[in-house]
């Protein structure tokens, strides 16, 4: 069964700073990976997904996250934070597409000025 | 934001009582679920339905019912809410496929006394 293990249940930035964002993930056939973004008292909204292809997706608000299989990782990164990136984050697997997506704990972005 | 109702937003209601969520969506998706986010856990899969009247269980479905008679409509149901049901449900649907990325509706905060 598929698996995501996000490290840092909380992440700390300063604005302008790189943001790095880590996630594993465990499947035993290609996965999909997901990306997305919870705001206060909001639902969960996609910010990239990789299926396949090229493994550095693009997704909104300038982020971007490398599919590397040899590390079994999907990384979310972001140049230069802003305050407006604060939120939580969760990274999620599904198994080649044919499995319901099974998130990680999350990780809370905090940025601070 | 893709057409996504969940009701009701908010329930409080006490230990041994039956209690429906409802989540009603107009964008005619074939795949919906239910997800409840707990701090500490993420997000974990209770139901998910790949068709009207075709249902599956998820990770944490002890304790959980869902129907779907209606494309829009996909009802979960405790049977007799317990404290550990406490927890704010999240409702999401996707049309490319069961893996595949998911829309998010605004969540139902349920506390169970």
């Known amino acids: 069964a598929q698996s995501v293990t996000q490290l840092g249940s909380h992440v700390s930035v300063s604005e302008g700073a790189l943001v790095l964002l880590r996630c594993n993930y465990s499947?035993?056939?290609?996965?999909?990976l997901f990306w997305y973004v919870q705001y206060p008292n909001q639902g969960l909204q996609l910010l990239l997904k990789?299926?396949?292809?090229?493994?550095l997706v693009k997704g909104i608000n300038g982020f971007e996250a490398e599919f590397k299989k040899s590390e079994t990782s999907f990384h979310l990164t972001k140049p230069s934070a802003h305050m407006s990136d604060a939120a939580e984050y969760f990274c999620?697997?599904?198994?080649?597409?044919?499995?319901?997506?099974?998130f990680g704990k999350g990780t809370r972005l905090s940025v601070i000025a | 934001d893709a057409g996504i109702t969940q009701s009701p937003r908010h329930k409080v209601t006490e230990t041994g009582t039956p209690v429906t969520l409802r989540c009603h969506q107009t964008?005619?998706?074939?795949?919906m679920y239910w997800y409840r986010q707990d701090p500490g856990h993420g997000l974990r899969l209770i139901h998910y339905?790949?068709?009207?009247?075709?249902?599956d269980k998820g990770e944490v479905s002890d304790g959980y019912s869902v129907s779907r008679s209606k494309t829009e409509d996909f009802l979960l149901t405790l049977e007799s809410a317990t404290s550990s049901q406490t927890s704010v449900y999240f409702c999401?649907?996707?049309?490319?496929?069961?893996?595949?990325?998911?829309?998010f509706g605004s969540g139902t905060q349920l506390s169970v006394l």
């Open positions: 339905s790949y068709g009207v009247k075709d249902t």
């Open positions: 990789y299926t396949t292809g090229a493994t």
């Open positions: 999620a697997v599904s198994e080649r597409g044919n499995t319901p997506l099974v």
């Open positions: 964008e005619n998706h074939r795949y």
């Open positions: 999401a649907i996707s049309d490319e496929g069961i893996g595949e990325k998911l829309f």
């Open positions: 499947s035993s056939v290609p996965p999909y």
